[in-house]
């Protein structure tokens, strides 16, 4: 037997390949849930009441233990809801932590 083909015997073995590759992809940090005081949840309610439909904003908030930023336009703004979609996305405005017009 050649030394290669002895080498390639002690060579490791993925049974799964791309495994290990996915769960590096699904690792990552959950981040709490941050508590708004109460000044900047008036501050901050005071700006989503300014907000127009078809205006450009950013805003943060809070999606499955991250904190994510978006930034388009206003599709619609449902205050008995709770919610505001910025191009595709509904964002409850609870999860809301910040807001830039």
Do not use: H, W
Not at 36 to 57: A, C, H, I, N, P
Not at 73 to 101: P, S, T
């Amino acid at each position: 037997m050649s030394r290669e083909d002895r080498a390639k015997q002690f060579m490791p073995f993925a049974a799964l390949k791309g495994y290990s590759e996915a769960l590096r992809k699904k690792e990552r940090i959950i981040v709490p849930r941050r508590e708004l005081s109460e000044e900047y949840g008036e501050e901050l309610d005071r700006k989503l009441r300014q907000v127009q439909e078809g205006e450009m904003v950013s805003v943060v908030y809070y999606c499955r233990g991250a904190y994510v930023r978006l930034t388009g336009k206003v599709a619609k703004i449902d205050k008995e809801a709770r919610m505001i979609r910025i191009v595709n996305e509904k964002i409850a405005f609870d999860d809301l932590y910040a807001l830039y017009r």
